[in-house]
């Protein structure tokens, strides 16, 4: 269809898989492989000397600015519990660091062709991602999943959901608040620039230095006695105005200056696919002077198109999908969900998702009991079609916490608010999906859209 976006997997001209050691306590229970496909992505499977005949692939979080073999790797050592259940695993590291959702669904669904060319058609195979690479895993689904023998379900880990075009509103909007209360990052005697770039292109800051003006405008490393009135009125009205947590502040500030940089002058040619027209500012001890004084901008429309085009969500899944998400996950907010439930219900899809929560704040790592319960549920659900439910995953989860520890904490009744209480709308934003099966289908049809692989 001539689309940079596309990126097709391509298992051709790969070498074969070379023997490895696997990492930590798998090295006595399983047998490892690791390679570098044909577009340059380093990849790592693991078979299990009890193998139960399924597979998981693994789509990782980030998007890490860079990559390298240890990578997928470190992901087997993290998500181990996988292969002590009796599955094999196998995950890519993609093929460059840096933003691009397409191309990493490619490369995640190489990976699985890869195993079946050396290893054979597993009896099932699940995708399980993590973070940001729950927005790569569902667009897997959606764009592989419909094909036969592929892929049976979806598990989604503290997922991003909601997609590019607005699931970044949130650190756009860190970066205007940052600036407009700490005017450091530029500083009045630095050269000047938009905020929608994150960073300039050219931009020696390092993430160490961006921090460094963190702490200076808001003591965030400073024990409370040890701040100015200064620094904490600051950050009090930063938290407040983004609803962004003090213990995940410098994370999602890490976010808003690389990853804006990346996706602004990387992958989008310099053009901005942020704007924040029309949205008002609450929370600060002054709103009136806030939303005076916030720098506005518009999208492009075709870089806005780009963005969504690649890594938002028409919720036309065709598996199973089973979604475990922290209710106090302080990088990926909870409310994602509810953008997807929104997305996957107007699809008409909703039978074919399920959505349970946690009384965590962790992002980065669930209860190991919790990822082996769920992905027992997601597969006895892809083997004889009976739906579970937030109740039942958690009345299950005690036996696998006896197993593999770690505890088991769901909540079953939880409900998320919409994603419009936690991320402010853009005009047009309230309704779901961001972008329809019949517009992605549209834009599949001009030449050069999406995102470079």
């Known amino acids: 269809m001539g689309t940079v976006g596309a990126a097709p997997a391509t298992p051709a001209a790969t070498p074969h898989p070379t023997a490895a050691t696997c990492p930590g306590h798998l090295a006595e229970k399983a047998t490892c492989h690791t390679g570098r496909d044909a577009n340059g992505a380093y ?14 692939v693994h789509a990782h979080g980030g ?22 259940e009796g599955y094999a695993w196998a995950g890519s590291s993609y093929r460059r660091g840096g933003y691009g959702v397409r191309m ?21 195979t699940y995708l399980h991602g993590q973070s940001w690479g729950g927005n790569v895993a569902a667009k897997a689904a959606e764009t592989y999943g419909g094909k036969p023998g592929a892929y049976d379900g979806v598990l989604l880990t503290n997922g991003f959901l909601a997609g590019g075009s607005r699931g970044y509103d949130t650190r756009v909007d860190l970066r205007l608040v940052y600036q407009y209360y700490c005017r450091n990052l530029p500083r009045p005697t630095e050269m000047q620039y938009p905020l929608w770039q994150g960073l300039p292109a050219d931009s020696t800051m390092t993430p ?10 808001t003591g965030i490393d400073s024990e409370p006695a040890d701040r100015t009135a200064r620094q904490q009125r600051n950050l009090d009205a930063i938290m407040s105005v983004t609803r962004i947590p003090e213990h995940s502040l410098a994370t999602n500030m890490q976010y808003a200056a690389f990853l804006l940089r990346d996706i602004v002058h990387k992958r989008l040619d310099g053009r901005n696919p ?13 709103d009136k002077a806030l939303n005076a004084g916030m720098s506005r901008f518009s999208a492009d429309p075709a870089a806005r198109r780009d963005l969504s085009y690649d890594s938002d ?11 475990l998400h922290a209710i106090d996950d302080p990088q990926v907010f909870v409310e994602h969900e509810a953008a997807y439930r929104a997305t996957v219900q107007a699809a008409g899809r909703s039978g074919n998702l399920v959505q349970t929560f946690t009384k965590e704040s962790e992002h980065r790592a669930l209860s190991n009991a919790e990822y082996a319960n769920s992905l027992a549920a997601l597969d006895t659900w892809a083997r004889t079609g009976k739906k579970p439910t937030p109740g039942s995953i958690a009345r299950s989860c005690s ?13 079953p009744a939880f409900r ?17 999906p961001a972008m329809s099966a019949a517009r992605e289908r549209a834009w599949s049809r001009i030449e050069g859209v999406g995102i470079a692989p």
């Open 416 to 432: 998320p608010a919409p994603f419009a209480s936690r991320v402010r709308p853009r005009p047009g934003g309230l309704h779901w």
């Open 313 to 323: 969500l028409t919720g036309r899944i065709p598996l199973p999908v089973l979604t």
């Open 208 to 217: 160490d230095k961006v921090h460094a003006r963190l702490q200076e405008c």
């Open 63 to 84: 998007p890490d600015f860079s990559y390298d073999a240890s990578t997928p790797t470190e992901d087997l050592e993290r998500w181990a519990v996988m292969v002590d």
């Open 104 to 124: 990493a669904a490619a490369d995640t669904e190489n990976v699985r062709r890869l195993f079946v060319s050396h290893f054979g058609r597993p009896d099932r």
């Open 43 to 56: 990849y790592t499977m693991a078979v299990p000397e009890h193998w139960n005949g399924s597979l998981v």
């Open 399 to 411: 036996a696998f916490d006896t197993a593999h520890g770690g505890g088991c904490f769901h909540d």
């Open 274 to 286: 942020f704007s924040n027209r029309g949205v008002r500012y609450d929370g600060s001890h002054d």
